[in-house]
């Protein structure tokens, strides 16, 4: 019996070593057209990839793009080409620990560092002291949050905002449902640098696709696009450390729900209602009572969490009729 233990152990050991060092997916042909078109700038000595595109000449109106949990800027491609139509300048960028930026560890990510890669990147840019148009999802709607905090601040050297669109994300924590892996990697504590090295394509695509709506699902290669852009640079074992985003919108909602709530610039929500993380109707009725002044959109009842990739020309839509109203 001893050696039939033996035999096990030496065939598992070798296969889970080989398990745990499988090379990150080739990028697919769209994927890798968009890291070829995009550049870097560095931050504290850290590598952060961004998309700029000059789009309509003559106008000066920039809008920056602030992507979600735990995609990246490319969360936006389905709706790029139609901002170009409006804006002079598209912006995105991928925040640190996700997409093709670097991704370290062992690293204390925080909302704050976010917002500060973002200020610096539009110093980068020499955009500093334009009005920027803030488009944003899910965690990135809590990194505008940081941002105009600091612009009601009226810090020096800080982001001035023309405008800000959020769209489906967790800005009130009472009302914010996560994912029960995100539950598991967020606490768990010893276990969850293991449970980040387990984490596979299979893992990872029976997640997330619960978090859209059913008639609008993304394909198994739109999935793996995803997950390509998570295992870049290791992304997959910086998750767990990415995941605090949640403990900090709860130990900072004052800040963050109060810098919504005191808004005077014009600001917009775009809403897919079916989202299982901000259900419908508590997350609208909060909203609406919290920000009295704010405009919604609320699309199609099968939209949910991802509005911009599920119901593109939606939310295209949505987000121009507000742009246009002021």
């Known amino acids: 019996m001893r050696e039939w233990w033996v035999q096990v152990g030496l065939l598992a050991v070798p296969l889970l070593a080989a398990y745990l060092h499988i090379p990150p997916p ?106 920027i148009n803030l488009l944003s999802h899910d965690y990135g709607d809590t990194v505008a949050q940081e941002l105009l905090y600091r612009y009601k601040q009226n810090r020096s050297g800080r982001l001035t905002i023309k405008s800000l669109c959020l769209s489906n994300g967790g800005i009130f924590p009472e009302t914010h449902r996560p994912l029960l892996l995100q539950k598991l990697l967020k606490d768990g504590g010893v276990l969850s640098p293991i449970l980040t090295r387990l984490m596979n394509f299979f893992v990872f695509s029976r997640g997330l696709t619960p978090v859209f709506g059913p008639y609008t699902r993304p394909s198994e290669s739109e999935l793996w696009d995803m997950w390509a852009g998570i295992r870049n640079n290791d ?28 808004v005077t610039i014009p600001i917009h929500f775009i809403y897919g209602p079916l989202d299982p993380v901000n259900p419908y109707p508590e997350f609208l009725e909060l909203y609406r009572k919290t920000l009295p002044r704010s405009t919604v959109s609320i699309l199609n009842d099968h939209i949910s969490h991802y509005p911009q990739l599920e119901d593109p020309m939606g939310f295209l839509n949505a987000y121009m009729g507000f742009i246009n109203s002021f």
């Not at 992304?235 to 900090?248: C, E, K, M, R, T």
């Not at 900072?252 to 709530?261: C, I, K, P, S, Y």
């Open 235 to 262: 992304g997959n074992l910086v998750i767990d450390s990415l995941l605090q985003y949640i403990n900090q919108r709860k130990k900072f909602r004052r800040r963050w729900v109060g810098a919504l709530a005191s």
């Open 26 to 131: 080739q990028l697919s042909p769209a994927l890798h057209s968009w890291k070829s078109s995009g550049k870097f700038f560095t931050y504290k000595g850290l590598r952060i990839f961004y998309q700029d595109s000059v789009g309509v000449v003559g106008s000066p109106e920039i809008v920056v793009l602030l992507h979600g949990f735990p995609t990246s800027s490319y969360d936006w491609y389905k709706i790029w080409e139609g901002l170009t139509l409006r804006f002079h300048r598209v912006i995105a960028l991928d925040f640190l620990g996700f997409g093709f930026s670097d991704k370290p560890r062992p690293h204390h990510y925080s909302m704050f560092e976010q917002a500060s890669i973002v200020e610096a990147l539009l110093r980068h840019l020499g955009l500093q002291n334009r009005r």
